[in-house]
């Protein structure tokens, strides 16, 4: 049975673990009367995996007007638990998305150099970090690439927003630039990498 679950938030490093009753085959209330939260367990189709969706009533659940969301990264068949390590890897995954995003100055955070991967199908690969640059190749979604370098010339693609262009090698050595709102951070490189090697598969 499904009777807890352990999260961790961006404002803090301390794991949060709390009992929880299931009320639904995917809906689930933590919390004590009358401070209870209530979360739903979908399936999210751009990342691949189940998503959790925090709500602050069960008049918000129902109306799905959610306060928070996350990803859930393992279901144990004795209780609904997230591992420690990983969740680790995805906080400080999610939190690389987030800091890409635009900062407080109104500018926007750089992407970190390592493996990353392409978000959405047919992403142009240009010779110059600019949407009028001639295309090099187009790349699948789940692509590997490897970040290389945040060049900070802000762009603008609707109905994307604004990013930054990055520089990225290609699986077949070719180098050229990417728009980076079309990647998701997937991992350090490794200490012996070597800027000619491709990224792996």
Known sequence: SKDSIRFKTYGSEQVHKYKV????????????S???????????????RE???????NESLSQKNDVAVGHL?????DNLCIDEKQLETLYND???????????????FKLEVGYNTITKD??????????????ITKL???TTVALLEDTNIVDYIQPYGGSHWVKVRLEDGK????????????????LDYELNEPPRK
Do not use: H
């Open 122 to 135: 047919d992403v142009i690969v240009r010779e110059k970090p600019s949407k009028d640059s001639k295309g």
């Open 94 to 108: 999610q939190k690389r998305e987030i800091e890409a995003g635009p900062a407080s100055n109104g500018g926007y």
């Open 175 to 190: 180098v050229g630039y990417v728009f980076g709102a079309f990647v998701q951070w997937k991992e350090s490189f490794p």
């Open 34 to 48: 009358p401070n209870v939260l209530y979360f739903q367990i979908i399936y999210d189709t751009k990342y691949k």
């Open 51 to 57: 998503k959790i969706s925090l709500y602050e009533s």
């Open 73 to 77: 990264v393992e279901i144990r068949q």
């Open 21 to 32: 009753k299931q009320i639904s085959s995917n809906e689930f209330v933590f919390g004590n």
């Open 140 to 142: 699948k979604l789940g």
